[in-house]
């Protein structure tokens, strides 16, 4: 089949042809294309609200698209290689939901990689599912939980029965990826469609050295997030669509229930742009990327106070715009990124030992000023003593080491009385909430799950150290709620 032209951006153009037109407004947004706007943001805001319009004539609806929006979404399809592709203006959020709502029913079992987004975890919820949740691989040299094994997916897949779908997440945050190909062969075996939140992978389509993406190994939904690396507003996203075992009409039908419906053209623009801005990238233009992400690794690695970390595990590919770098001196992840954000350098997140920096798919120079500031963060830090390190000893996964389900199943969770419970009382008792350090978005602890004394010290630690929960107010002050009826 002939191939789409892909420096074409059917979306942009036409909104670009629009705005030279010197329409008049006598629709929404209250903005009018930017003409009634505060002075003082209009520096900023001017110019992308002349291409920020909604459905009319000539404009397309993401929703029932027939032109601009179908062609540009027919494009990404193409590109991927996938049987249809979506545009999402809400985030990978919405495409992880929409995937396993299109998929589960109530009651429904689901296998589920533990260290999945809490978007997955929402959708499950949503969808009234029961999620059996299978361990990750640990790296002990990065600190972090990495991938599913195919040893237990495979006693996953004997011992419970009725399994709806397999949902994955790869790569990691820290950019650790496996290859899926094996685990999605003997997913398809047992006749169940894999869906893959791969929201950090959007431009593994690039091939070496990236990755290789799970939708070219033959997985049914895959969700990237292309705000994350390529040039495309926040909340940009795709979601892909390959094979016959998950329905394209009940996805399209689930994103239009989920998504807006007064889509962003803006970021639908964005998409078209940052998916012709991948397609045109030649094989001489990627070599030089993987050159300069190279150097920039090594100059940061000679850096006196810190060191760039490394999976231990060599058959783990590791996506060259993600560098983990660790403190040489005994400062915690957070301090070190507070070290740097003094001097202006905002890294993607920190955990307890580990500051990850997330490089642009381009050669720039602005990453050797990068490397510049960073080095005055660390000798105006040299020598200096911290009282807050990070004590806990390596190579212990929070997470359970074996295939496990919640004490509690989301059904069962909704009647429940709940109460306030101090951290370290929580032991042995269920939660009846998530905690979720933001960034990376993966709950420490499940709603529905029995607490641990690891997870208690863990979070503990976490709360020390000045890490973020996402709506968890209450660890602040070192309390957590559990469900009232259920002890060990």
Request: include cysteine.
């Given at each position: 089949?002939?191939?789409?032209?892909?420096?074409?951006?059917?979306?942009?153009?036409?909104?670009?042809?629009?705005?030279?037109?010197?329409?008049?407004?006598?629709?929404?947004?209250?903005?009018?294309?930017?003409?009634?706007?505060?002075?003082?943001?209009?520096?900023?805001?001017?110019?992308?609200?002349?291409?920020?319009?909604?459905?009319?004539?000539?404009?397309?609806?993401?929703?029932?698209?027939?032109?601009?929006?179908?062609?540009?979404?027919?494009?990404?399809?193409?590109?991927?290689?996938?049987?249809?592709?979506?545009?999402?203006?809400?985030?990978?959020?919405?495409?992880?939901?929409?995937?396993?709502?299109?998929?589960?029913?109530?009651?429904?079992?689901?296998?589920?990689?533990?260290?999945?987004?809490?978007?997955?975890?929402?959708?499950?919820?949503?969808?009234?599912?029961?999620?059996?949740?299978?361990?990750?691989?640990?790296?002990?040299?990065?600190?972090?939980?990495?991938?599913?094994?195919?040893?237990?997916?495979?006693?996953?897949?004997?011992?419970?029965?009725?399994?709806?779908?397999?949902?994955?997440?790869?790569?990691?945050?820290?950019?650790?990826?496996?290859?899926?190909?094996?685990?999605?062969?003997?997913?398809?075996?047992?006749?169940?469609?894999?869906?893959?939140?791969?929201?950090?992978?959007?431009?593994?389509?690039?091939?070496?050295?990236?990755?290789?993406?799970?939708?070219?190994?033959?997985?049914?939904?895959?969700?990237?997030?292309?705000?994350?690396?390529?040039?495309?507003?926040?909340?940009?996203?795709?979601?892909?669509?390959?094979?016959?075992?998950?329905?394209?009409?009940?996805?399209?039908?689930?994103?239009?229930?989920?998504?807006?419906?007064?889509?962003?053209?803006?970021?639908?623009?964005?998409?078209?742009?940052?998916?012709?801005?991948?397609?045109?990238?030649?094989?001489?233009?990627?070599?030089?990327?993987?050159?300069?992400?190279?150097?920039?690794?090594?100059?940061?690695?000679?850096?006196?106070?810190?060191?760039?970390?490394?999976?231990?595990?060599?058959?783990?590919?590791?996506?060259?715009?993600?560098?983990?770098?660790?403190?040489?001196?005994?400062?915690?992840?957070?301090?070190?990124?507070?070290?740097?954000?003094?001097?202006?350098?905002?890294?993607?997140?920190?955990?307890?030992?580990?500051?990850?920096?997330?490089?642009?798919?381009?050669?720039?120079?602005?990453?050797?000023?990068?490397?510049?500031?960073?080095?005055?963060?660390?000798?105006?830090?040299?020598?200096?003593?911290?009282?807050?390190?990070?004590?806990?000893?390596?190579?212990?996964?929070?997470?359970?080491?074996?295939?496990?389900?919640?004490?509690?199943?989301?059904?069962?969770?909704?009647?429940?009385?709940?109460?306030?419970?101090?951290?370290?009382?929580?032991?042995?008792?269920?939660?009846?909430?998530?905690?979720?350090?933001?960034?990376?978005?993966?709950?420490?602890?499940?709603?529905?799950?029995?607490?641990?004394?690891?997870v208690v010290e863990y979070l503990g630690e976490l709360t020390r150290l000045g890490a973020r929960f996402q709506g968890n107010e209450r660890m602040k002050s070192n309390y957590i709620s559990i469900y009232?009826?259920?002890?060990?």
């Open positions: 089949m002939k191939k789409m032209d892909q420096q074409k951006t059917p979306i942009y153009s036409r909104l670009k042809a629009h705005w030279e037109t010197d329409p008049v407004s006598g629709h929404v947004p209250g903005h009018k294309y930017g003409r009634v706007l505060p002075e003082k943001g209009q520096a900023f805001f001017r110019d992308i609200l002349k291409i920020d319009a909604t459905e009319i004539s000539g404009l397309d609806d993401l929703h029932s698209p027939e032109e601009m929006i179908k062609e540009g979404q027919e494009l990404v399809s193409d590109l991927y290689g996938s049987d249809a592709s979506f545009f999402l203006v809400n985030g990978s959020t919405v495409g992880n939901l929409a995937m396993i709502l299109s998929v589960c029913s109530r009651g429904d079992r689901v296998l589920v990689q533990r260290n999945c987004h809490k978007s997955v975890l929402n959708g499950l919820e949503l969808a009234g599912a029961e999620p059996v949740f299978l361990s990750c691989g640990y790296d002990p040299m990065m600190e972090v939980s990495t991938s599913v094994e195919l040893d237990e997916l495979d006693e996953a897949l004997k011992t419970i029965e009725d399994v709806q779908a397999v949902i994955l997440t790869n790569p990691n945050y820290y950019g650790l990826s496996i290859d899926l190909k094996a685990i999605i062969e003997r997913v398809h075996e047992a006749g169940i469609p894999v869906l893959v939140d791969e929201a950090h992978g959007a431009h593994f389509v690039l091939g070496s050295p990236f990755p290789v993406s799970a939708l070219e190994l033959g997985a049914d939904v895959v969700v990237h997030s292309a705000h994350k690396t390529l040039p495309a507003m926040t909340m940009g996203s795709f979601l892909h669509i390959k094979g016959s075992l998950v329905s394209r009409e009940r996805i399209a039908y689930y994103l239009r229930m989920l998504q807006s419906s007064s889509p962003s053209y803006p970021i639908m623009a964005s998409l078209d742009l940052a998916r012709s801005y991948i397609a045109a990238l030649s094989k001489e233009e990627i070599d030089a990327i993987a050159k300069e992400t190279a150097k920039i690794r090594r100059e940061l690695d000679m850096l006196d106070g810190i060191r760039v970390v490394v999976p231990e595990n060599k058959s783990i590919a590791v996506d060259p715009l993600k560098v983990v770098i660790r403190s040489t001196s005994g400062r915690s992840g957070f301090e070190l990124q507070r070290d740097l954000e003094r001097e202006g350098v905002f890294s993607e997140l920190a955990d307890a030992w580990n500051v990850l920096i997330v490089l642009p798919l381009a050669v720039m120079d602005a990453k050797h000023d990068m490397i510049e500031r960073i080095e005055r963060a660390l000798q105006e830090n040299a020598g200096g003593t911290t009282d807050r390190r990070y004590t806990r000893q390596g190579g212990v996964p929070l997470f359970p080491k074996k295939i496990s389900q919640l004490a509690i199943q989301l059904d069962q969770q909704q009647e429940l009385p709940s109460m306030e419970c101090k951290l370290e009382d929580a032991i042995g008792r269920v939660a009846a909430e998530s905690v979720v350090p933001y960034p990376p978005g993966i709950p420490v602890l499940l709603k529905g799950e029995r607490v641990t004394e690891e009232k009826e259920v002890k060990e």
